[in-house]
């Protein structure tokens, strides 16, 4: 079985900075994109930053110059460094990847979820 772990969600000021990480586990053969997204309340889940194996990335326009994703494929772990943070980047942060597990065929995954506020 698959999961994926979100951790380092909080509450900052505005213009402070967070790190969030994510963790995919289980019987994993690879992990291929990856990616976070975030929601609030009443509004679409939206792509905030991408990652491919080979480590090509693409952000939203709001985030660009503010946020750095990464990863370590070794430790299939995924980061996203949060700079420079606004009051309109609160919200649910979530991670996923398309995982090719072991003995199943790759299907996109979603970790459980982790809540930024940014306070102004």
């Known amino acids: 079985q698959v999961q994926l772990v979100e951790s380092g969600g909080g509450l900052v000021q505005a213009g402070g900075s967070l790190r969030l990480s994510c963790v995919a586990s289980?019987?994993?053969?690879?992990?291929?994109?990856m990616g976070w997204h975030r929601q609030v309340p009443g509004k679409q889940r939206e792509l905030v930053a991408a990652?491919?194996?080979?480590?090509?990335?693409n952000y939203a326009d709001s985030v660009k110059g503010r946020f750095t994703i990464s990863r370590d494929n070794a430790k299939n772990t995924m980061y996203l460094q949060m700079n420079s943070l606004k009051p309109e980047d609160t919200a649910v942060y979530y991670c996923?990847?398309?995982?090719?597990?072991?003995?199943?065929?790759?299907?996109?995954?979603w970790g459980q979820g982790t809540q930024v506020t940014v306070s102004s």
């Open positions: 990652i491919t194996s080979g480590g090509s990335t």
């Open positions: 289980g019987r994993i053969f690879s992990v291929n994109d």
């Open positions: 996923a990847a398309e995982v090719v597990p072991l003995i199943k065929i790759a299907a996109k995954y």
